[in-house]
């Protein structure tokens, strides 16, 4: 149950913040919804009952509702319509590879440092990620 709130927060939000990329841009949007993810994962890390992980994991996902369609956005704006095709494979084969890795070292970091460290180091490469776009927009 804790697991999917933050699906749930994205499917209920996913077309809401997508209307909000259309209007301001993809290239807002992404950078607040990396930096929302980011300040979020802190917290997670210091919960001390379910309820509480529940809900910033459904905030979590409210965030994590805009990146997907902010990223391919931003392809289909960024790339020439000749190679559209094979940049849009690109994605899916780096998102595939993030799902499995992601999963893979995840668990071994866990097993080493324990599940409340796993929050921060999320919560650093989403910070990082966001000043990442942040810069890379201006």
């Known amino acids: 149950m804790l697991y999917s709130s933050a699906g749930f927060a994205s499917m209920l939000f996913a077309s809401k913040i997508g209307h909000l990329s259309d209007k301001i841009g993809a290239q807002k949007v992404l950078p607040a919804c990396l930096l929302l993810a980011g ?32 990223i391919n956005t931003l392809i289909r704006n960024l790339t020439p319509s000749f190679c559209l095709g094979r940049i849009y494979g690109f994605n899916q084969s780096a998102q595939f590879i993030g799902m499995f890795s992601g999963a893979f070292l995840g668990g071994h970091l866990a097993a080493v440092f324990g599940i409340r460290q796993m929050f921060f180091i999320v919560a650093v490469l989403l910070l990082t990620d966001a000043i990442w776009c942040h810069k890379i927009e201006k």
């Open 39 to 70: 300040a979020v994962s802190i917290p997670q890390g210091l919960v001390t009952s379910p309820w509480q992980l529940a809900l910033l994991r459904f905030i979590h996902g409210v965030a994590v509702a805009g990146l997907m369609p902010s």
